[in-house]
């Protein structure tokens, strides 16, 4: 099992910035690709970035030259800055992290932390 706590959410006006930090405890290893996903009121939860073990990143078309994914294998968290933030950044952020292996495969979510854009 892997247990991800996020953190960093807030309240933040327009243009501002905030950085997003997740955790990773229990059986985490280098393999695993990190992602962010987010998800608002009544809408299903996309993808926001993601960062292999080998630090190849994969962001949303949205979010391009606004917010970068980054990871610290040593302390097994991985991170989002984000910046140049609007309204429709607003959202619960949720960590992921994931892999496949012979014969299995490994998904799991953080609770989430809310980014409330806003003025």
């Known amino acids: 099992q892997v247990q991800l706590v996020e953190s960093g959410g807030g309240l933040v006006q327009p243009g501002g910035s905030l950085r997003l930090s997740c955790t990773a405890s229990g059986n985490i290893d280098t393999t695993y690709t990190m992602g962010w996903y987010r998800q608002a009121p009544g809408k299903q939860r996309d993808l926001v970035a993601t960062?292999?073990?080998?630090?190849?990143?994969n962001y949303a078309d949205s979010v391009k030259g606004r917010f970068t994914i980054s990871r610290d294998n040593a302390k097994d968290a991985a991170y989002l800055q984000m910046t140049s933030l609007n309204p429709d950044d607003t959202a619960a952020y949720y960590c992921?992290?994931?892999?496949?292996?012979?014969?299995?495969?490994?998904?799991?979510w953080g609770q989430g932390t809310q980014v409330t854009v806003s003025s």
């Open positions: 992921n992290a994931r892999k496949t292996a012979v014969g299995a495969a490994f998904n799991y």
């Open positions: 960062i292999s073990s080998r630090g190849r990143t």
